[in-house]
């Protein structure tokens, strides 16, 4: 006699679709997996290469000198970037120095014109025009104008200015901040006051 019902062949079926169903859950789960993976994978090396970029963008002190026989000083920077130029107004600066426990600085951006400097230009470029450059471009060098002058704060007459240091034996620290991070330290000695003698 022939049977009419497989039972065996249902549960086989039953089987075959749990595990079809399992194979799609499986490759639906590993294509958002792999998706994922590749999502992080992006966002990481984009904020490797934006943190490398900042890491090596930075300015250079070359050299300084006494600008005039009062109160501001002559720099030479470099600015080097692996990143994107950056606009000159961004940049800020602080000149500060202590004596007898009175802090005493000057603060601004290098964009900001100041009426000592040569035609009120505070940086240009070495070897070209007195212009104040848009932006600092990698790898040339720049004059700077630091007036030690009237400032913010405790700041008064020539305080921090070549002259005022000198007399009286401190330093001064001259410090120039990046907008999108780098920053330079230089501390400032005047060994002998002149107007062209270097800075140490």
Wanted: charged share 20%.
């Amino acid at each position: 006699m022939r049977e009419d019902r497989d039972e065996l062949a249902q549960v086989g079926l039953g089987a075959m679709i749990v595990f079809i169903g399992s194979l799609l859950a499986i490759t639906s789960s590993a294509y958002v997996m792999i998706q994922q993976l590749e999502v992080i994978t992006q966002t990481s090396q984009k904020t490797i290469s934006v943190a490398t970029n900042e890491a090596h963008t930075q300015v250079v002190f070359v050299g300084g000198w006494v600008d005039d026989a009062f109160d501001d000083y002559l720099l030479m920077i470099e600015f080097q970037s692996l990143g994107e130029e950056v606009i000159t107004d961004e940049i800020a600066w602080v000149l500060w120095c202590e004596l007898n426990g009175n802090m005493f600085r000057r603060m601004g951006f290098l964009g900001d014109t100041v009426s000592s400097a040569p035609d009120g230009v505070t940086i240009w470029e070495v070897g070209g025009d007195i212009d104040l450059p848009d932006t600092l471009v990698s790898g040339k060098r720049y004059f700077v104008i630091a007036d030690g002058g009237v400032g913010i704060g405790n700041g008064a007459g020539t305080n921090c200015g070549p002259k005022y240091i000198f007399d009286n034996g401190i330093s001064a620290y001259y410090s120039i901040y990046l907008p999108n991070g780098g920053h330079l330290t230089q501390e400032f000695r005047v060994n002998t006051f002149a107007v062209g003698e270097s800075i140490t």
